[in-house]
């Protein structure tokens, strides 16, 4: 019988497209609060963590429940979009870190020779804090593929679940009996 590769593909497939998503809202969200205060600062800090104080398994639950009242059909779509928010706060986190560590001297001097904003990002930025926004990256997309089975509860149909949730207990029955005994 051969190998069938499918799930390693679509797990792959839903944490990479879950760590670009992630990534395209935890850069400039970082990036604001590492270099900019302003009123709401730290709530909005806040409000970005917060799905890192929750466990993903609690997480998906009210992100199920609330889709549920919204009449949401649960597609690929809304698993990424479910393995991105709780992706998030470790991107943001490792980015702004990685954004913070960078010299607003170097900034500064761009600044001064006229770069606007997306260049003095782009062209110095990006090159001195690479190593941090592509840990960032990596940290995320590991995250997402590890979670990837609270993922699939958002893809799959209720009936489905409840089954792999009862073969799981059973295992861990079986797991828990055969420890006992040794």
């Known amino acids: 019988m051969p190998l069938d590769w499918s799930p390693l593909w679509l797990s792959l497939r839903y944490a ?3 760590t670009v998503l992630a990534s395209a809202i935890a850069l400039p969200l970082a990036w604001l609060l590492a270099r900019r205060r302003f009123p709401g600062s730290q709530l909005l800090d806040a409000a970005a963590n917060l799905p890192l104080a929750v466990p993903t398994a609690v997480l998906v ?5 609330r889709a549920a009242q919204w009449g949401l059909v649960f597609r690929w779509r809304a698993a990424v979009a479910v393995s991105a928010v709780y992706t998030l706060p470790l991107i943001f986190r490792m980015f702004r870190g990685g954004l913070a560590t960078v010299d607003a001297g170097f900034e500064n001097a761009a600044r001064s020779l006229g770069a606007s904003e997306w260049r003095v990002f782009s062209a110095v930025t990006a090159p001195l804090a ?9 940290a995320g997309f590991a995250r997402a593929a590890v979670d990837f089975g609270m993922t699939a509860a958002v893809a ?7 089954a792999a949730a009862g073969a799981v207990l059973g295992l861990a029955i079986l797991y ?5 005994r040794a």
């Open 16 to 18: 990479g497209l879950a």
């Open 61 to 65: 639950y009210y992100l199920l429940a």
């Open 130 to 138: 690479w190593r941090a926004l592509l840990a960032a990256v990596m």
């Open 156 to 162: 799959v149909s209720a009936s489905a679940w409840i």
């Open 176 to 180: 828990a009996g055969n420890r006992v």
